[in-house]
């Protein structure tokens, strides 16, 4: 979806390597373009943004702590069930 960006505060670090798709990633005041096998490395605490600018379709694969949780921008809390 074009115009699609996620923003959230990670309370635990995150990696990510995107497998399709060009995305800019946000991680505290910097951005950089990543594309298909490029790694994201998100320290604890950082406040981290997605942007896929494109109408073609960004598949990532996350990995993460147990424990984990995300702070969303309306400032509820994210806790996926896989980190349980």
């Keep these: 979806m074009q115009g699609?960006?996620?923003v959230s505060r990670l309370?635990?670090?995150?990696?990510?390597r995107l497998l399709s798709g060009t995305i800019r990633a946000?991680?505290?005041e910097q951005s950089e373009e990543a594309a298909a096998g490029d790694a994201i490395l998100v320290p604890a605490g950082s406040r981290?943004?997605?942007d896929n600018l494109t109408d073609e379709l960004?598949?990532?694969w996350v990995t993460t702590s147990a424990g984990f949780?995300?702070?969303l921008p309306d400032?509820?809390?994210i806790t996926?069930?896989?980190t349980r």
């Design 80 to 82: 996926p069930p896989w």
């Design 26 to 28: 946000t991680i505290g």
């Design 58 to 60: 960004a598949i990532a």
């Design 75 to 77: 400032g509820s809390w």
């Design 48 to 50: 981290f943004g997605v």
């Design 11 to 16: 309370h635990t670090q995150g990696c990510s």
């Design 4 to 6: 699609f960006r996620s």
């Design 69 to 71: 949780m995300g702070i």
